[in-house]
């Protein structure tokens, strides 16, 4: 169903107008073509992040992200495309370029495409641009309104199709769909959803640059269910624009103490810090497909890195509260031993699960005897030796892009089947 609407949406506009309009040459008839794709494109991408569980549930959040990603991409190089045949049809139009000169539908086709390009440039290279995430975040919403409102002043001032009895309508829907999401993503849910208030229980620190938040739903509410593995949206006002996803650390099966473990450093993470015990913080989910209520194995090895380590402590804490007598196999990579989470609580699990923890440092100290460097072929069938059915398990992987590719090719190496691999990286962005 999501992939029909999307193609609808995509591709719809553009077949109306080839089935309804007169003839043209074909510069012209392709520069129409490759405009109104265009324009579809950019609202699919605008509407992909905007936090559709059914989509998200259906596709996976990395899925979601990356076509986002990969459609930006199509819209540039249609706009270019757009560009090229517009000159083409008519050489003069080149002059359209020259924006002082130009007219006002063109330098608002110049300022969005301009914009565009800046935004590609943002998200391809954020990771050598290493801003932090609050600030990219707001950049990449400014340039994005900056693109459609560009897009759409550019196709209301060109006065070609809007006027016309049939893409009239199109192009107004689209626009009203661009509107709706982004009225429901900013102000509806915040506003509407009456649910997603929770007051903290307590706060409790797991080391200098980790932080645990537990709380606890408003009198009379019902909790947050969720399945183990997926994220939700947390925000410290009701109406605040600034929020942070997060995987949910905690049981399934305990909807009335809900926890997220959360590392860093900025001004969000100290202002979590400092919350107090009955102050409210705000929740939007759940959200994601990477959960193994999803997948019916026969046991699960969960390799994490860092935080990473947050939704296999849900599924590990959903599993003792179920009775799981699969078995379970933790890979966790840290830096040192000062970054490796839940040691204790770790250990008393293994109590009431088939559960071993191998635990992996980068930086280990001269008095480190277990395991270190990567993940490798050798490390996995060495975790995998007291498994009997290990060519029926399913793998978990959650953790930094760098890490996840690296397993990813020891588990290829290994034989693993592909859809025994579920990831989640720390990509968002």
């Given at each position: 169903m999501w992939v029909a609407v999307l193609l609808v949406v995509l591709a719809g506009p553009a077949a109306?107008?080839?089935?309804?309009?007169?003839?043209?040459?074909?510069?012209?008839?392709?520069?129409s073509v490759t405009g109104l794709v265009a324009l579809s494109g950019l609202v699919c991408t605008a509407a992909?992040?905007?936090?559709?569980?059914?989509?998200?549930?259906?596709?996976?959040?990395?899925?979601?992200?990356?076509?986002?990603?990969?459609?930006?991409?199509?819209?540039?190089?249609?706009?270019?495309?757009?560009?090229a045949a517009v000159v083409a049809a008519n050489p003069a139009q080149v002059a359209l370029l020259m924006v002082p000169t130009a007219p006002a539908r063109a330098r608002a086709a110049v300022g969005a495409s301009v914009a565009l390009a800046l935004l590609l440039v943002l998200a391809l290279e954020r990771r050598r641009i290493k801003a932090r995430y609050e600030v990219w975040r707001w950049l990449h919403l400014f340039l994005a309104v900056l693109v459609l409102g560009g897009s759409a002043l550019h196709v209301l001032w060109l006065k070609q199709m809007v006027t016309d009895a049939v893409m009239g309508p199109i192009l107004a829907g689209l626009g009203l769909l661009v509107v709706a999401v982004f009225v429901m993503r900013w102000w509806g849910r915040s506003v509407l959803d009456r649910g997603g208030e929770?007051?903290?229980?307590?706060?409790?620190?797991?080391?200098?640059?980790?932080?645990?938040?537990?709380?606890?739903?408003?009198?009379?509410?019902?909790?947050?269910?969720?399945?183990?593995?997926?994220?939700?949206?947390?925000?410290?006002?009701?109406?605040?624009?600034?929020?942070?996803?997060?995987?949910?650390?905690?049981?399934?099966?305990?909807?009335?103490?809900?926890?997220?473990?959360?590392?860093?450093?900025?001004?969000?993470?100290?202002?979590v810090r400092d919350l107090r015990p009955g102050e409210s913080v705000w929740v939007d989910?759940?959200?994601?497909?990477?959960?193994?209520?999803?997948?019916?194995?026969?046991?699960?090895?969960?390799?994490?890195?860092?935080?990473?380590?947050?939704?296999?402590?849900?599924?590990?804490?959903?599993?003792?509260?179920?009775?799981?007598?699969?078995?379970?196999?933790?890979?966790?990579?840290?830096?040192?031993?000062?970054?490796?989470?839940?040691?204790?609580?770790?250990?008393?699990?293994?109590?009431?699960?088939?559960?071993?923890?191998?635990e992996v440092l980068r930086r280990p100290s001269a008095s480190w005897t277990g395991a270190t460097g990567e993940i490798d072929v050798a490390l996995l069938q060495t975790v995998l030796a007291t498994v009997d059915i290990a060519q029926r398990l399913d793998y978990f992987l959650c953790g930094p892009p760098s890490m996840v590719d690296d397993v990813l090719g020891a588990l290829t190496a290994m034989g693993v089947p592909d859809d025994h691999i579920h990831t989640e990286q720390f990509d968002m962005a």
């Open positions: 109306v107008y080839l089935s309804t309009s007169a003839p043209a040459g074909l510069w012209k008839q392709l520069s992909l992040p905007s936090r559709l569980r059914g989509l998200t549930r259906a596709f996976g959040i990395e899925t979601v992200v990356g076509l986002h990603r990969q459609l930006g991409i199509l819209c540039a190089v249609l706009i270019a495309a757009h560009l929770f007051v903290i229980q307590h706060v409790r620190a797991e080391n200098p640059t980790v932080t645990t938040m537990v709380l606890a739903p408003r009198e009379r509410a019902e909790g947050l269910r969720f399945s183990p593995g997926q994220f939700a949206w947390v925000r410290l006002q009701r109406s605040a624009v600034e929020e942070h996803p997060f995987t949910i650390a905690s049981s399934a099966h305990d909807p009335l103490h809900t926890e997220f473990t959360i590392r860093g450093s900025g001004d969000f993470a100290s202002s989910g759940p959200y994601g497909s990477f959960t193994c209520d999803a997948v019916p194995t026969e046991g699960l090895v969960l390799i994490a890195a860092g935080v990473g380590i947050t939704p296999m402590m849900s599924m590990l804490r959903t599993a003792a509260d179920r009775g799981d007598q699969r078995p379970h196999r933790l890979v966790y990579v840290a830096r040192d031993t000062g970054d490796l989470l839940f040691r204790d609580e770790l250990a008393m699990l293994r109590r009431y699960l088939d559960l071993e923890v191998t």
